[in-house]
């Protein structure tokens, strides 16, 4: 495994141990029981404190998107993430480390204010807003590259919205320093990291991009951000 942080400032609290926060997609193939097995195995060495995070029930917005009803997606939604549990569990072995889900983390009071001001911001700020927009879009498209419509990023970006507080807060949630990490990384994290959008991050986070070296150089920049690999239902081809 190859570990890059976004920014110097990433760079160093990775290399000074801060507490890896694994993101981990619930309809993404990538995330088979084995990588999981080989992020975990990868972030622990050298005694680092691990935990994952899975945008469990908020990921029912995508599906929503792409064209299910609620309760198609609700029930979708629900039935993927006992599978990955068990891909989780099985990968973690006899480790038990903490898995946060945005359903786990409502009594959360830090990712709470958080999110209501993500929220707010997306009301607000005309670029943020464009910027989310333009990431679920990519999202939304990324499997079929097919147009998405207004309607559709706007039910989709609730999903994207519900992750961000754990990108740019997470350490306030945990209390120590956090590095996310994921195996590719949006614009709009890059951005906000590197100062080129408005937007403040928390001391004692950071963002890296963690890929298999297998997959390093232009595989990898082919790989999606949040990528939900679903099919449409039949209705919407």
């Known amino acids: 495994m190859e570990f890059r942080g976004i920014t ?3 760079d160093r609290l990775w290399s ?3 507490m890896a926060l694994v993101g981990i997609s619930p ?3 990538y995330f088979s029981t084995e990588r999981i097995q080989s992020i975990i195995d990868f972030c622990e060495d050298g ?3 691990v935990a994952l995070f899975v945008p469990d029930d908020v990921t029912r917005f995508t599906l929503q998107a792409r064209g299910y009803t609620k309760d198609e997606a609700v029930r979708k939604t629900s039935r993927q993430m006992r599978y990955l549990r068990n891909k989780m569990n099985q990968a973690m072995g006899a480790r038990r480390l903490a898995i946060l889900g945005c359903e ?3 009594t959360n009071a830090a990712y709470q204010n958080r999110l209501a001001e993500a929220l707010d911001r997306f009301e ?4 943020f807003r464009r910027r989310c927009l333009d990431t679920t879009r990519w999202v939304l498209s990324a499997k079929d590259g097919e147009p998405v419509g207004l309607d559709a990023a706007m039910l989709g ?5 519900a992750e961000l507080p754990l990108f740019f807060h997470a350490s306030e949630m945990i209390g120590s320093d956090v590095v996310f990490v994921y195996h590719q990384c949006p614009l709009l994290i890059s951005e906000t990291y590197q100062g080129e959008l408005a937007g403040k991050v928390s001391r004692g986070q950071g963002f890296g991009v963690l890929r298999p070296h297998e997959l390093a150089g232009e595989a990898a920049e082919q790989l999606q951000t949040h990528a ?3 099919p449409c239902p039949n209705r919407c081809r």
């Open 47 to 49: 005694g680092r404190a």
């Open 8 to 10: 110097r400032e990433c």
């Open 104 to 106: 786990s983390l409502a």
């Open 124 to 127: 607000t700020d005309d670029v």
């Open 157 to 161: 970006v609730q999903y994207l919205l």
């Open 27 to 29: 309809f993404n193939s």
């Open 16 to 18: 000074e141990g801060a």
């Open 228 to 230: 939900l690999q679903v």
